[in-house]
């Protein structure tokens, strides 16, 4: 059979010669990037919507006021829940869905983007079964758009100083749900602004005076019909961001607004018409819907990085710059070292984190169903892995990004490259469902008390039971068979473990000399977030090695393989300081890293283009003019450039109302 080598007639020849010379098959990556039902199922979608043209952007979204981006994207919603049925094979399935939504409508938001990312999944898990009737239903049915409101003005990472107010009212059966302070006011949700008519929102509950903490209230904003703020309702949009704009974030203020007591959401925690509270089975199972996000967030932003990865790849192999043998032509700019030391570790780092972000995934289903039978056990888990994932995801995505964009030179800098604006929602990331630093602490935390589990001879739990493993005193790196990497992933879980049991000795030994743990915690808290640094970046390698040992193809295990050594040797080069700090690693085997490094470079340059092409990024989904799959770069920049708002007309009323005076005068008084 031949291999699959997404080779289409109208494409640049440069691209051609480079699809040619893969070792694999394109159609068989995908299917180990996604998994082969979702691949099938992604590449027959794009395939209709290509075919579906109320779903194609009226124009490029660059061009657009804010007004006219929510408006378009409105649009394009309403008319691909529409059509539906007509495309995807499974509308509950999330990933298809988001597949969807990246085609039709891209990432700059809508009307229901928190809907089905927060709204449902907390209706899901903290909604009873006649409250999931109730309103689950009809907001699967589209009959309600719903936004989930925490996040104050004063407060998002605190959520134990949240101000609103929910005072059970005995003698009504009611909560009156109140905003005490201009701090108060529900600040940041997503399609609050303009879009949503419900929210599920966080207050804390309070009953004859005693405060039980914060609960999600179900409360209904706007008129269903006139789309009017509910009487004692202030809502609207908090205006432009960095990017995400066609996302009405908003503000939300409620003034003695009543809602039915049956408006808490009750499966866990109850309030009865007598004021009598029940607790949940865990005190923060009402969080459920920020760790559905937090899980669902390391694929998404590996499918960013992917994009960003795929746009520079294919550029560089378009655009040549200068010359490397004088006299013999430009060269293809992917073939500088320096562009392939750029962008192939992302692309790496791309492929790990959609792999971690399936691994997480799964575990999160499970709890969601031991949740369902009110089992809690491994909520703390993922709690903890969910966090320092998100955190370190999002920022090596970032910066992973960052150099995507560089490596396109000046082209990436125009919005024309798709990068500016992928990137800016993908940095949100770094901020929303818990600030980075933030979480990194709470899995410091997890971390500290392996520690104390440890040293009874227990693990915590499968994710920390290498702490249980004795350090070894210097690496095998460059010391074993020439392709063996065992000794480079030991490397990961030795910096990992060494920086763990650091951190938890010196806040011991703070402790032991009078020091309150908390102000211990203080002193030490770079070091513990370090330390969570290195347990994520350890599990990310060790999903990469899972991975590739569990691919049955020979071809496409060898492609993989070979971006997975080169994800050792780069994070291990990012990451050197500490292996260094107890000559763990030699300086003879940091140089053979960073020379298998350059070698693997050199090896996966052929393949670069079908690595990318792997990721079956629709032309539509990718936005952008560099990343076009055909490589015709220039001409298409040129016209997306003759589309700018400024070309309609060759002078601008700017020119004469303030330019043209000021150079007349100029020239009139140097004619004195
Ligand atoms: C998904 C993206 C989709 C598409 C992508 C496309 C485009 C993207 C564009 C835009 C984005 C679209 C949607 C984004 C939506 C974003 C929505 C939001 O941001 S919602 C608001 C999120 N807010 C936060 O995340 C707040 C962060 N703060 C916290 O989580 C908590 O305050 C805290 C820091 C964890 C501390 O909590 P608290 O003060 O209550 O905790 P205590 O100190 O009392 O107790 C700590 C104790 O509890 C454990 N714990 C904390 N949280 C959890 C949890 N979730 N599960 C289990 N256990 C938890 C913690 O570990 C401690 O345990 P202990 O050590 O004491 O045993
Ligand atoms: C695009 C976007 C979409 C969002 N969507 C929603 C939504 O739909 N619904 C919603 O409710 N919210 C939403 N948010 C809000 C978001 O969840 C919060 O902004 C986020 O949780 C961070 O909280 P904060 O803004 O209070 O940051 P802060 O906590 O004020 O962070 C500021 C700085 O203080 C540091 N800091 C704070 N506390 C600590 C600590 N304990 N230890 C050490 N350092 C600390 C942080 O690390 C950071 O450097 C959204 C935000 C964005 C950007």
Redesign the pocket.
Known sequence: MPLNKEIQPGDNDELTRERLQATFDTQQMAAALWGSDLARKRRELAKKVDKLTVLHDSKDMSFMTREEKLSENARKVVQMFAHVADIVEDPSDDAEM?HLSSNAIG?E?HPF??HF??FIPALKAQADDEQREKWLMPALGLQLIGT?A??ELGH?????ALETMATFDKATDEFVIHTPTVTALKW???SLGKSSNHAVVSANLIIDGKSYGHHNFMVQIRDENTHKPLKGITVGDIGPKMA?NA?DNGFLGFDHHRIPRRNMLMRHAKVDKNGVYTKPP????G?????H??S??IG?QGMFLGSASTIAIRYSLVRRQGEIKEGSGEVKILDYQTQQHRLFPQLARAYVFMFAGKEVRELYQKVLSDMEKGETTL??D???LT?GLKSVVTHLCVAGMEQCRMACGGHGYSRASGIPEIWG?AV??CT????NM??LL?LA??LM?AVKETKKGKSLGRLVDYLLLPQDRHSLIGRVPQGEYGPHLAAFEHIARRQIFKVADELTKLQDKGMSKEIAWQKKAVELQRAARLHTRFYLAACFHRKVQSVVDGRIREALADLYHLHLNYELLDMVNYALEDAYLKADQVDFIREDMYRLLETIRPNAISLVDAFEFSDRELRSVLGRRDGHVYENLYKWAKESELNRADVLPYFDKYLKPMMLAARQRSNI
């Open positions: 988001f990432h938001g983007g928190v990312v927060m989930y925490q996040t998002g990472t605190n959520l134990r940041w949700p997503g995400y996302s865990h005190a923060k199972i969080y459920s819907a920020m760790v996000v937090r669902v967030m998404h909520l703390a993922l709690h903890a966090s929602v949100g990331g929303y469902e818990g600030e933030v979480m709470q935390r997890y008390k």
